[in-house]
């Protein structure tokens, strides 16, 4: 054990994305910089069903991490509409015996059933601020533009049963005006969101560059989560957050931690 700290690991492993998520966590942790073991990965994929995933599981093995892979698809094409509390209640019994301190939904593309929730403190990626916009990245985006936002971010939240509903975790916050904001927000003066959509689409310079900004983060937030987790500065405690002093918060803020690292991604 590199640091004592156990750390789970739920992945579909369906694209790169998948698995850059998850290099950036192990090349944190072999180089000192978290100290924590990553206990276990599960996947609701097995090999052959999927390039992608399969891709993932080849780089799970090569690191040598012990991984548990129950297919959700054999489930729902046995099942149908009752698959999902039978392909909860096996992935539990898969992963008797695995235990973690925190685990990480990182492109896990299932809504975690309860009992799961309940068994592992389960955190999640959001693209945006406690309080912000729900729904998928685009989606927060082109609520951000119709709103005229002037900041938005991105969170870590508890996961539970209802998709995006758990409280924050973790946060960072960074400004969507000034430079190089203004100009594309000055671009779009007197013109609908539903017009932008029907014009332009996602090509549009300024939901290009709120996005830019808003993936550089994603992977450092969850890097700087995990290590401010494994150093004790925050823990979860019951149905809430509490600091190192034990102080509960509403959710720690990591943005200064987070704009150091995408300092360079963001220059370029």
Request: hydrophobic residues 40%; negative net charge.
């Amino acid at each position: 054990m590199r640091g004592g700290y156990r750390l789970g690991w739920f992945s579909t492993g369906r694209g790169e994305g998948s698995r850059n998520l998850l290099r950036a966590v192990w090349d944190s942790i072999t180089s000192g910089e978290i100290k924590a073991d990553i206990s276990f990965v599960f996947c609701n994929r097995e090999y052959g069903q999927a390039e992608g995933s399969d891709a993932f599981i080849d780089q799970v093995k090569g690191y040598s991490i012990p991984l548990v892979c129950v297919s959700s698809k054999k489930f729902r094409d046995k099942y149908g509409d009752q698959w999902r509390p039978r392909f909860e209640e096996a992935a539990i019994e898969s992963l008797a015996g695995y235990d973690a301190d925190l685990v990480v939904l990182a492109g896990y593309m299932l809504v975690v059933g309860a009992d799961m929730c309940r068994r592992y403190p389960m955190l999640n990626l959001h693209p945006a601020l406690p309080g912000g916009p729900k729904g998928t990245w685009k989606e927060v985006i082109w609520e951000l533009m119709d709103r005229g936002a002037v900041d938005t971010g991105v969170m870590m939240h508890r996961a539970t049963p209802v998709l995006d509903e758990g409280p924050a975790v973790t946060y960072c916050r960074f400004s969507i005006r000034g430079e190089p904001f203004d100009k594309l927000w000055d671009d779009i003066q007197d013109r609908s969101v539903a017009d932008i959509q029907n014009q332009e689409g996602e090509e549009n310079a300024l939901f290009r560059e709120i996005r830019r900004h808003g993936a550089s983060r994603e992977l450092p937030l969850i890097v700087a989560t995990i290590k401010a987790f494994s150093q004790g500065r925050v823990r979860i405690e019951g149905n809430g957050i509490v600091d190192s002093r034990g102080k509960p918060i509403e959710a720690y803020d990591l943005s200064m931690e987070v704009d150091k690292a995408v300092q360079s991604s963001l220059s370029a």
